[in-house]
């Protein structure tokens, strides 16, 4: 059993503090937030800690000075003054006709009424929301703090409905307007969300909203950084370590490897997923955590909307911040939502010519979206798919590559035949295209079975594969020859990294027929060129 309570199953801060869990301390950035500025903004990924942090913000402002023992702000904060608080989840309101939703507005709005009173002339949300602020201001003599948590979830899923997105537009953008008219009555106002929408009013009309999503002294403010991890989570990774039978240095590995690589500014810090990561570390085990807990649904309905896009096209592409950092109704490629939502995150920043490579944070999100994307394309059960990833990576370790590429063959020709053009969002792409993202998908899966570097199918080597013993160095060409992908493999020195590895390596030209619909040939050589195995169909 472990010694540590992990906040796995809570995001109220008060809990986590009065039971004891695992609390990894940001109250030193909320202080210097509240000094600073008066309307924060703060946009990051789904699961990364948004909620707590609003509720942490609640339980200061009210004054709950014995929840904060021992933390940061207690050397910081010398009043500890208590204020009226408004805080609104506004995730409540997702997935619901525009009629709910501002039904449900309203109950949170009555719970404050009950507190504060009510102007029984007052009708609409945006209304009853000014008297609030009014009501509360004159009562506690104090300005009044508004929290806004998840602003955007309650349009999110109507992105595509134009009709209910309006009509959802209209009846948040009066509740929202209160904010920038009510300003004198306002001590504070926090806002979150996962992306901007431009139309909502919030960022067209409060002109001095700080929106701090991109500031280097921020980046660490949700998620877990690589330094918390190193100091105050330290006794935590060593028995995660201990219950995996592995090194506090491998421990480590894992979890970057997995629930690391965020960043959210051109200098951020290494930023770990802290959903997952306290998972795992709650359970010792590895999992997609981020993945189990939501839906790729509204990610999969964006991505028919750019039917000549390839998502897995993205990992490594170079953008400019005008590319990836907009209101995602308004965007042209599906870049801002794969940004915003935590799809991609930015690997570094060239300062020289000003642009942003953008990729898969990690592991679990890689392969989270290739699931996503193998149960769209596919229309074949996990059971099939699995059992084939399976027979791969047995054959792949006992150095059987032929065995594998058979059962790859296998798995193509189940497919249902007329899959490329009853979806509708491949229906314009390529039959080319649809090969290449299908074969990136299937090795891609079988990372988790054998240690797979899938690179771009469109340029460096396009699968290496490692075992125990073996090394095999894949290229992949459709309605090309297996002479072209062995010529490149060599041409660009897709093997020369591992001459010196000492395990045997095996350079594969691959080719499939789009018309045939399947691998029709492939050639296996050892590193002197000498044909180890071949096969055409």
């Known amino acids: 059993m472990s010694r540590f309570k992990y906040p796995v199953d809570t995001d109220q801060f008060q809990q986590i503090r009065e039971d004891g869990k695992v609390y990894v301390d940001k109250t030193d950035f909320m202080f210097d937030l509240v000094d600073k500025y008066k309307y924060v903004f703060l946009a990051r990924p789904r699961r990364f800690g948004k909620s707590l942090l609003c509720n942490t913000f609640k339980a200061y402002f009210q004054g709950q000075k014995e929840l904060f023992e021992g933390l940061k702000i207690m050397d910081l904060e010398q009043e500890w003054k208590t204020y009226p608080v408004l805080h609104f989840t506004m995730s409540g309101l997702k997935n619901l006709k525009v009629s709910e939703a501002k039904s449900k507005l309203e109950t949170m709005i009555r719970g404050y009424e009950r507190i504060y009173g009510c102007d029984p002339l007052s009708i609409t949300p945006g209304d009853r929301f000014r008297d609030l602020i009014h009501n509360a201001n004159k009562q506690t003599g104090e300005r009044v703090v508004v929290i ?154 964006h991505l028919k909307r750019f039917p000549s896009f390839n998502p897995l096209d993205f ?79 047995r054959a792949l370790k006992r150095g059987d590559l032929p065995a594998a590429l058979t059962e790859l063959r296998a798995y193509i020709a189940s497919l249902p035949y007329d899959i490329i053009t009853r979806k509708e969002w491949m229906a314009k792409k390529k039959k080319e295209s649809f090969y290449k993202l299908l074969m990136y998908v299937v090795f891609s899966l079988l990372n988790s079975k054998v240690d797979t570097e899938v690179k771009s199918v469109l340029g460096r080597a396009d699968v290496v594969i490692k075992t125990r013993n073996d090394i095999y160095v894949l290229e992949l060409k459709v309605d090309g020859t297996v002479d072209q992908a062995l010529a490149q493999i060599d041409s660009k020195g897709y093997a020369i990294p591992y001459e010196a590895d000492g395990r045997t390596a095996t350079k594969c030209g691959v080719t499939i027929s789009s018309e045939a619909r399947n691998i029709v040939h492939w050639r296996a050589v050892d590193k002197d060129g000498e044909v180890i195995d071949e096969q055409s169909f």
């Open 315 to 393: 990992d490594g592409v170079e953008v400019s911040l005008e590319d990836f950092n907009v209101p995602c109704e308004n965007a042209s490629t599906p870049v801002p939502m794969l940004y915003q939502s935590g799809y991609l995150t930015i690997d570094y920043y060239n300062k020289e010519d000003d642009v942003y490579v953008l990729h898969f944070p990690n592991y679990e999100v890689r392969q989270g979206m290739v699931y996503s994307l193998t149960n769209y394309l596919m229309d074949i059960s996990d059971w099939d798919r699995n059992a084939t990833i399976l027979a791969m990576a």
């Open 148 to 301: 806004l948590d998840e602003y955007d979830s309650p349009a999110m899923r109507l992105l595509y409905d134009t009709e209910q997105l309006e009509a959802m537009r209209m009846m948040l953008r009066e509740f929202y307007q209160v904010l920038k008219d009510e300003g004198a009555y306002l001590k504070f106002v926090f806002i979150t969300g996962v992306t901007k929408f431009s139309q909502m009013s919030i960022f067209s009309e409060l002109n001095n909203l700080k929106q701090i999503s991109m500031f280097d002294d921020y980046s660490g403010l949700c998620g877990i950084t690589q330094e918390e991890l190193n100091t105050v989570l330290r006794p935590c990774v060593e028995e995660y370590a201990e219950g995996l039978g592995i090194s506090i240095d491998e421990a480590y590995a894992v979890l970057k490897k997995n629930y690391d690589g965020y960043h959210f500014s051109e200098n951020s810090q290494d930023v770990y997923a802290p959903y997952s990561l306290l998972n795992a570390l709650n359970d010792r085990a590895t999992r997609h955590y981020w993945f189990e807990s939501g839906t790729s649904a509204s990610l999969i309905e």
